[in-house]
């Protein structure tokens, strides 16, 4: 009897070694995962650019470097712990399986020229420390010239002030009409803009500091997208863009944007403003088990 008692508990206990081996490969990764991104922003002499990537908690794999044309940009931010141990990684967040990662690069005008017509022929690829090298792919990966603002505006303040929201307050010097404002494609679905204008305003006025500190559903302005287009701008009034990321969406992606604004002066003739949004997403442990989920082809 105490035989087949002690049988029945080593049985038990392989059978739920078995199960949590299976469970535990289930959430494991074949290959670390570049998230998408969406990078459209003007360059410099030295154009500084991140990607994230998720790699299973339980391996030591770091982004190495980017492969263009024969050419090889190294991550500056490549934290390889000594003796390759697991616990001492370097990493953005961490979840019940997985890591997520930065990787950081620099790329001088001629590199930048060479990664443009790589990236159109989906010749970038991407090495990590354990061999592994798999193409990059993501939604956008552009950097254009730097123009100047008209004179038309005057930035009075910007940046984010919480984790969802950013504002940027212009200050209208000149009378102007404004087209409508518009968002690339692919980021149209993680990025809500409501657009405010105070008529008569002076510069600095403490009206668009308190709106400026409001939570997404208190500020009272429409929609980009309900707003009576082409806008009629008189010179003292001041127009704020509130940005808000939406947080309850399974495709997140960091997006760092330079989105023109145009239209025309009092005397016809166009104009500009570049609208920087910036999105540095904090994930959930929901939107990482999709990617993996998708990663590993047991989701669309």
Known sequence: MKKNWFWGVVSVIFISWIGNTIYFESKQLKEPVILNTYIDVPSSENTSFTLLYITNKNEVVELDSLLVDGYTYSNERNYFPWFGEPSAQSYKQEFTHHFLKEALFTLSEDD???????????????????????????????????????????????????????????????????????????????????????????????KEQEVSMQNWTDIDAPLYTDVNWPLQIEVGDTVGLFFHTKDDIDDVKPIALMQDWTGVNAHGKSIRHGISIQVDPIFSQKQVNTVVKKARGEEK
């Open 112 to 206: 930048i020229k060479r990664l443009h017509e790589s990236i159109q022929t989906d010749n970038v690829l991407a090495r990590f420390t354990n061999g592994q090298v798999i193409p990059l792919k993501v939604d956008r990966l552009n950097f254009k010239p730097n123009k100047p603002q008209d004179i038309e505006f005057a930035n009075m303040s910007g940046g984010s002030y919480n984790n969802t929201t950013e504002r940027e307050i212009i200050y209208i010097k000149d009378a102007i009409t404004m087209n409508a404002f518009e968002l690339p494609k692919a980021i149209q679905q993680n990025i809500d803009i409501k657009i405010m204008l105070w008529k008569d305003t002076n510069k600095g006025s403490s």
